[in-house]
């Protein structure tokens, strides 16, 4: 037997006591499917980052320009972060929790998601650092995994004035262009 407690579904054992607190539905149920196929294909950029044929780029040539993509994208990460957690949304599953707000100010007034452009910023600076054209591929089938979750986490926030919101905010990852 469950009820909801403010952020979270509380279940009740027989004898009266609580048990562990967990969000709303089952993680199938809110996408975990999605997560899997994330962490699948990041692991595929990790193996074309480490052996994905000979470099292209001498590695020193890499290292600044790498270096100031993955410290923009964490700065850009630690915003969104910021902002989710603050506004109690935090969650890696397209599936909003029971109790999401929409996420409209700092960072997501300029792009609707700034977790996962931010994520690409920082994997495109891990492929400059690497220097290997492979890891490219798997970064493009990564960004084009982000696009297709985006859309999804975008269909299920319909209830919480996401058209509203996305008229405002017109580019999901990059301000101006995408």
Same mark, same amino acid.
């Given at each position: ?13 027989? =004898?009266?006591?609580? *048990? ?11 996408? =975990?499917?999605? /997560?899997?196929?994330? &962490?699948?294909? &990041?692991?595929? &950029?990790?193996?074309? %980052? ?9 590695? +020193? ?6 270096? /100031?993509?993955?410290? *923009?994208?964490?700065? $850009? ?6 902002? /989710? ?5 935090? !969650? ?12 409209? !100010?700092?960072?997501? =007034?300029?792009?609707?998601?700034? %977790?996962?452009? *931010? ?7 891990? %492929? =400059? ?12 089938? +990564? ?12 269909? /299920? ?6 058209? !509203?919101? *996305? ?6 990852? $990059?301000?101006?262009?995408?």
């Amino acid at each position: 037997m469950g009820w909801i407690y403010g952020k979270r579904t509380v279940h009740v054992s027989e =004898a009266g006591g609580t *048990s562990a607190l967990r969000p709303v539905g089952s993680y199938v149920e809110r996408g =975990a499917l999605w /997560l899997v196929v994330q &962490f699948a294909l &990041f692991a595929v &950029f990790v193996a074309t %980052c480490s052996r994905g044929g000979p470099r292209a780029v001498p590695i +020193l040539a890499g290292v600044l320009p790498g270096m /100031l993509l993955v410290v *923009s994208g964490l700065a $850009i990460t630690g915003l969104s972060f910021a902002k /989710l957690t603050e506004a109690q949304t935090m !969650t890696m599953l397209p599936a909003p929790l029971e109790s999401a707000e929409l996420a409209t !100010t700092g960072v997501y =007034a300029h792009v609707r998601h700034p %977790c996962y452009a *931010s994520g690409i910023l920082v994997l495109l600076g891990v %492929c =400059a650092l690497a220097g290997r054209p492979l890891a490219l591929l798997a970064l493009g089938a +990564l960004a084009v995994f982000f696009w297709a979750k985006a859309a999804r986490e975008e269909a /299920l926030l319909s209830d919480l004035g996401y058209a !509203t919101y *996305s008229q405002q905010v017109r580019h999901r990852f $990059i301000p101006g262009v995408v």
